[in-house]
């Protein structure tokens, strides 16, 4: 069997050490041979293949992005898309797809699952919003560089007496902002979960300098105030109508600065949470997800994702774990908001 694999979406720590486990054991226990396409579904539509080998998987465990290349291409979105998928496999004789993506690279699988094409879903993104499973790879990554960033952050807030607003990644779910606002004593954290009061958020502030501590406050990108929509510095769309989001933290500051008399910065963390060295968690992680992924295909078991739930790897229907985003629940971000202020 011939097996290809390809990752989509934003890049994130781990993608790597998926294509090592996936490669490593179907060569090594099920004698497959394995192509890579180049750039997610970008290099499916070109037919931009490349071989992958054991010899090529060697020493990429601990480097961040993927040595395959990424993009946040929409194969359906192009004319004859499908067909021109369809071709590629049948021109380098791939019989069926390892893809490890996020909510729109596996809402792309599913479709083409449901069109016949033999494939297996790894759910990655630093955003957790994947659902069932209870945690993706990256994601962990992510939560240790933006809670160093608040730790740092602290200090030279303090110095200077001033608030700083902390923008994370996170355009429908909250999760990188509330357990990294949380694990770095964040003073207020806002998601896209629960609209925010903006006469409340200065309030917590204006608690905070009575004390004489300087508040951080932590903002997933795709938070929103109730009376307005989302900010952002650029409003156009990618092939999955995504706008590229950016701009609520400085509208924040900017706020924040007015409304309290006080001053305030921002710092977007951005780009950074996804750079890197995976975490130890995420490469255990991702290597589980590759080694469960290949035994699905060797099973002739598509149409499924790996997922983690509890401390086991099971196989999900691709449909039910790209039905919806997985959110952050009311109830747990009820739980901390004793802390503020």
């Known amino acids: 069997m011939r097996v290809g694999v390809l990752t989509g979406g934003g890049d994130c720590p781990g993608l790597n050490a ?39 998987v060697r020493g990429i465990l601990p480097r961040g ?8 291409t929409n194969p359906f979105k192009h004319e004859d898309g499908l067909r021109r ?4 496999l049948a021109a380098h004789d791939v019989d069926a797809l390892v893809v490890i993506g996020g909510e729109d690279t596996l809402g792309v699988a599913t479709e083409l699952s449901r069109q016949g094409i033999n494939l297996v879903g790894v759910p990655k993104t630093i955003d957790n919003d994947v659902s069932a499973t209870d945690c993706t790879f990256g994601f962990d990554t992510a939560v240790g560089i933006a809670t160093e960033a608040i730790d740092r952050l602290h200090t030279t807030a303090e110095s200077h007496m001033r608030t700083l607003v902390v923008e994370v990644m996170g355009r429908h779910s909250g ?19 629960q609209p925010f009061d903006i006469d409340q958020v200065c309030g917590w502030v204006r608690s905070r300098f009575k004390i004489n501590y300087a508040p951080i406050v932590v903002v997933a990108e795709g938070a929103v105030p109730h009376e307005g929509q989302m900010t952002v510095k650029d409003q156009t769309l990618d092939e999955f109508g995504h706008m590229r989001l950016s701009g609520i933290g400085e509208w924040l500051a900017q706020e924040i600065s007015a409304r309290t008399g006080t001053d305030a910065r921002t710092t977007v963390l951005g780009h950074i949470q996804r750079g890197g060295t995976p975490s130890a968690f995420d490469r255990w992680l991702a290597t589980r997800f590759g ?17 983690l739930q509890g401390t086991d790897i099971v196989r999900v229907p691709l449909a039910d774990a790209t039905e919806k ?13 004793v802390f503020f202020g």
């Not at 294509?19 to 499916?44: C, H, M, N, P, T």
């Open 175 to 193: 999760w990188i902002a509330i357990r990294a606002g949380v694990a770095g004593g964040a003073n207020v954290i806002l998601i896209p979960e």
């Open 18 to 56: 998926v294509i090592r486990s996936v490669v490593r054991k179907g060569v090594q226990e099920y004698d497959f041979d394995f192509v890579g396409l180049r750039d997610g579904w970008l290099g499916a539509l070109q037919g931009n293949v490349v071989p992958l080998d054991i010899s090529s």
């Open 325 to 337: 985003t997985k959110r952050v629940d009311r109830s747990l971000y009820d739980e901390f908001e």
């Open 291 to 307: 080694l469960h992924a290949v035994d699905a295909v060797k099973d002739g078991d598509f149409g499924v994702m790996v997922a």
């Open 85 to 88: 998928v369809r071709d590629t």
């Open 65 to 72: 992005g993927t040595i395959l290349g990424s993009s946040r």
